[in-house]
């Protein structure tokens, strides 16, 4: 991994391209509802002993990454969107929408609530995490 001097974000290539900027994560979520604060509290504590972890801000998102990003959750005007990515497609009731984005899959979950952060929405985490680490 290596780490921008600049911004402090994580990538997985030294002087990876990307857009440098300093964002508190609390500005992403200024004006936006509370629940999807508290949805992604939810989402951050209950992935924070996932290793290796990484949280970064880039311009709109905040990026988790392990030895490359795996997570990117977008703070929308009424909902959080959390994409994360996978090798195939996955089945469940959750999830958003699916696209193809390489040559792996971005799956999108949305969330305008914590209550809706539950154990399933963990296990189809923890496997775009692991696919991570391949």
Not at 6 to 26: A, G, L, P, V, W
Not at 82 to 88: A, S
Request: net charge positive.
């Amino acid at each position: 991994m290596w780490t921008c001097p600049k911004c402090e974000r994580n990538f997985k290539s030294k002087n990876q391209s990307h857009y440098c900027t300093q964002i508190d994560m609390d500005t992403l979520f200024e004006g936006k509802p509370e629940g999807l604060l508290l949805a992604f509290d939810e989402l951050l504590v209950g992935v924070a002993g996932w290793e290796p972890l990484s949280v970064g801000v880039a311009k709109h998102a905040i990026v988790f990454a392990s030895q490359k990003a795996w997570l990117i959750v977008k703070p929308m005007s009424k909902e959080l969107d959390v994409k994360f990515y996978f090798d195939q497609k996955l089945e469940s009731d959750l999830l958003h929408s699916i696209k193809m984005w390489g040559k792996k899959y971005a799956h999108h979950l949305r969330f305008k609530q914590p209550e809706q952060v539950t154990a399933e929405v963990f296990q189809l985490l923890r496997k775009g995490f692991e696919f991570s680490l391949k």
